[in-house]
């Protein structure tokens, strides 16, 4: 904990909200009757117009401050953060919500492995170990047992797979932005640029954006409030008093939640191979991040390192 003191109980109780918060997401999806692109364009968009409205005030000389190359990270992470929202929702209609909420979790692995590539940042020897346990972690994830349940659980297994690379490519891009950017305008930038591709993505693929049920706007804007502004809110604000690698380890509470949530609520019962697969990819996340908080603080960007990344 840094020098910022604050009531361990208040911190605790911001936490725990931020977390259920962000878990009950794949449960509100799988209870929304609507299609996967419809979910995620009203998610962002819901979300990015109440950010909106919040940069109206005293917050709008920032905007007029951003430089070309800022637009261009902030219009790229909007893409990987559309690509992330439209290929995970779709994985919860094929797959469990705990296979698809621990898969979508290795995240950080990929984000380890842009480092590598962008940034020239070679992993350790501890997190390439953890890199290899969760990799093991997600083959045993794709072994369903209960086939019949879930005869496309593969194909489901596959989107949120391809949903944690593009929120890898999301946290880069947003590691940096977040140097200069303060979070509500960075956040702002990304999700309004997510909700444009998302909307693209609706209308090329012909996904309806209108004639839902009441209960369904309902769920949208459940899902907008409560996983997307209070969840991810709630642990941006604790990393002023709990360093990333602490708030990034108490994330990984997110699928043994979702799990627990979906027992009770949608009556699913995890394998021993789901089991297995997510001790070993929690492991190997822990080991990842563990490796990370051990190494001395990285040396601030250079100007070459974000024109590398601009142009790509």
């Not at 977390?19 to 996967?36: D, H, M, N, T």
């Not at 969840?231 to 699928?255: D, M, Q, R």
Request: hydrophobic share 55%; with cysteine.
């Amino acid at each position: 904990m840094n020098q910022n003191t604050i009531s361990p109980i208040k911190l605790l109780s911001v936490i725990f909200t931020g977390l259920l918060a962000v878990s009950g997401s794949a449960l509100l999806i799988r209870l929304c009757q609507a299609p996967s692109l419809s979910i995620a364009f009203y998610r962002i968009l819901i979300a990015s117009t109440i950010l909106l409205f919040m940069n109206a005030g005293s917050n709008r000389r920032v905007w007029l401050d951003l430089h070309a190359h800022e637009w261009r990270i902030g219009l790229l992470s909007g893409f990987f953060l559309a690509v992330h929202f439209a290929a995970w929702v779709s994985s919860l209609k094929f797959t469990t919500v705990t296979n698809s909420i621990v898969l979508v979790s290795t995240a950080p692995f990929f984000v380890a492995l842009g480092n590598w590539i962008f940034f020239s940042r070679r992993p350790a020897l501890m997190l390439a170990g953890g890199l290899a346990l969760a990799f093991i972690g997600s083959l045993l994830m794709t072994q369903q047992q209960n086939v019949s349940l879930h005869p496309d659980s593969l194909t489901g297994d596959m989107l949120a797979l391809f949903g944690a690379i593009a929120a890898a490519g999301y946290m880069l891009c947003g590691r940096i932005l977040r140097e200069r950017l303060n979070t509500l305008t960075y956040v702002t930038l990304a999700y309004s640029f997510s909700a444009v591709f998302l909307l693209i993505f609706a209308v090329v693929l012909s996904a309806p954006l209108s004639g839902f049920s009441s209960r369904t706007w309902l769920l949208f804007l459940l899902i907008a409030l409560f996983p997307q502004l209070i969840g991810h809110t709630a642990f941006n604000w604790t990393l002023k008093y709990l360093s990333a690698p602490v708030v990034a380890t108490i994330l990984l509470g997110e699928p043994v939640l979702a799990g627990l949530l979906a027992f009770f609520f949608l009556h699913e019962i995890p394998g021993p191979a789901q089991i297995s697969g997510a001790v070993l990819i929690l492991t190997g996340v822990i080991i990842a991040i563990w490796s990370e908080a051990q190494q001395d603080t990285p040396q601030p960007r250079t100007d070459d390192d974000i024109s590398r990344v601009s142009a790509q």
